[in-house]
Structure formats: C-alpha cells, structure tokens
C-alpha cells in the first residue's frame, strides 16, 4: 500500500470537494489547513480544525477495510495513541440523515482527534 500525496489547487476548498460531509462535521467552522491524499481507490483527506485534527476516508466502490484504517493512522498520525482517537466506521448513515440524501460514495470512516 502506498499514500500517496496528492497537490492541491490554490482555490481548491473542502466544501467544494466534499460538501455535504465538511458541513456535517465542521458546519460554519474554519479550517486551519488540509491535505488531500489517495491509497489506491480510497480518498484519503487530513483536516485540521484548529479544535480537532480529522482523517476522512472515502472510497467510491467499497467498504473500507480496517488494515486500510490501520495503515493510514499509522502513516498520518505515528505518534499518536490509539486510545486517543475516535474512529466512526458509521459516518455515511450520519452525514446521509444530516445531508437528508443518499451520497456517491459507498463508504465514509471519519477518525477524530480533539486537540487541546
């Protein structure tokens, strides 16, 4: 497996790339920086929010595995326990019932840190 960084436009926002799920998690809240990434067919996008420190996960096909999960936490987020973060395997039927439609994705794991 290989995440692999993928460049970023100048003008390139997250609300724009995948709205209905920023305004589930993040609503009207600012988003200090992001960075875009792909592991074979996932979207893979690293949010921080100034209050939490998110990895969205995204796959257009399929379920996303959990050594996938595991292989990502562990390229983003090396020295960071694991008791420390709070993985939602079930985001697509939370950011469904907010966006009150079904999405183009097949799968959707949200991993959150709170920073303090």
Request: proline share 3%; hydrophobic share 40%.
């Amino acid at each position: 497996m290989h995440l692999i960084e993928t460049p970023i436009k100048l003008n390139a926002s997250l609300h724009k790339m995948i709205p209905r799920t920023i305004s589930y998690l993040y609503g009207k809240q600012a988003i200090k920086y992001f960075r875009t990434y792909t592991l074979g067919p996932l979207h893979v996008f690293f949010v921080d929010a100034f209050s939490r420190i998110d990895i969205i996960i995204l796959s257009d096909n399929r379920q996303v595995k959990d050594k996938e999960i595991d292989f990502v936490l562990e390229k983003l987020m090396p020295n960071v326990a694991k008791d420390t973060l709070k993985i939602n395997d079930e985001a697509k039927a939370d950011v469904e019932k907010f966006a009150k439609r079904k999405l183009q994705y097949k799968d959707i794991v949200v991993i959150e840190q709170t920073v303090k």
